[in-house]
Structure formats: C-alpha cells, structure tokens
C-alpha cells in the first residue's frame, strides 16, 4: 500500500477508507467524506438499474442523511484523472467552495488537491 505521507494524519485517514471501500465492494471508485465534528462517512459506488450515484456523492448523502451540517474534507479514490462537476458541486453544497477534496488513485498515491 502506498501512501502520501505529506497530508495531514485526519486527510490521510479519509484517503485510506475512501481505498478501503473501493476494494473492499469491488466498486470503480471510493469516497470518504469528514463532518464537523469529526465523524467519517465511507462509501462505493453504487450502481443499481434504478439508481446510479457516485461514491463521493453517496458519502455526502450519508453524511447528510446522518445529521452533519457542514464537512472539513472528502476524499476519492479512483482510475479517474479528474472530479466530475456534480460531485464537487455536492461537497460545495454540504462543505462550502472552500473545502479540500482529494483524488487518489487505486494506489492510493495522491494525483489531486482541489477545493469543491
């Protein structure tokens, strides 16, 4: 497992369940997103004929779905170069247009530092 030592213990912890769920479920990404208080929400992607959602903004879902009222962090691990637009507008929506988001790849080695 390689790991970006230069971020901080809390966003490095966020990357690592975001790489945790995507391995785990088998799923193309993995997100894990950081309330206010500190408590952290992991999901995958989900893809049911009905309801496709990516893994970051089935983390922002469970966050809100959970109480939280605003979020420090997200992070995403993915094969993907870039962030799509809706998944950044849901962190803007919960987190402000300032809050870090991290893209990682599935070695989890940091491609991508960016505010929502």
């Given at each position: 497992?390689?790991?970006?030592?230069?971020?901080?213990?809390e966003d490095?912890?966020i990357?690592?369940?975001?790489?945790?769920?995507?391995?785990?479920?088998g799923?193309p990404?993995?997100?894990?997103?950081?309330?206010?208080?500190?408590?952290?929400?992991v999901?995958?992607?989900?893809?049911?004929?009905?309801?496709?959602?990516?893994?970051?903004?089935?983390?922002?879902?469970?966050?809100?779905?959970?109480?939280?009222e605003?979020?420090?962090?997200?992070?995403?691990?993915?094969?993907?170069?870039?962030?799509a637009?809706a998944?950044?507008?849901?962190?803007?929506?919960?987190?402000?247009?300032?809050?870090?988001?991290?893209?990682?790849?599935v070695?989890?080695?940091?491609?991508?530092t960016?505010?929502?």
């Open positions: 497992m390689t790991e970006r030592t230069d971020l901080g213990p490095q912890k990357v690592t369940l975001a790489r945790s769920a995507r391995a785990r479920n799923v990404e993995g997100a894990a997103v950081r309330d206010e208080t500190g408590r952290t929400y999901a995958g992607t989900v893809a049911l004929a009905s309801l496709e959602l990516s893994a970051l903004r089935t983390a922002v879902a469970m966050a809100v779905a959970s109480g939280a605003a979020l420090e962090a997200a992070a995403v691990v993915s094969g993907a170069e870039g962030l637009d998944d950044l507008a849901a962190v803007r929506d919960l987190g402000g247009p300032g809050t870090p988001v991290f893209l990682a790849g070695d989890g080695v940091l491609r991508l960016t505010k929502a």
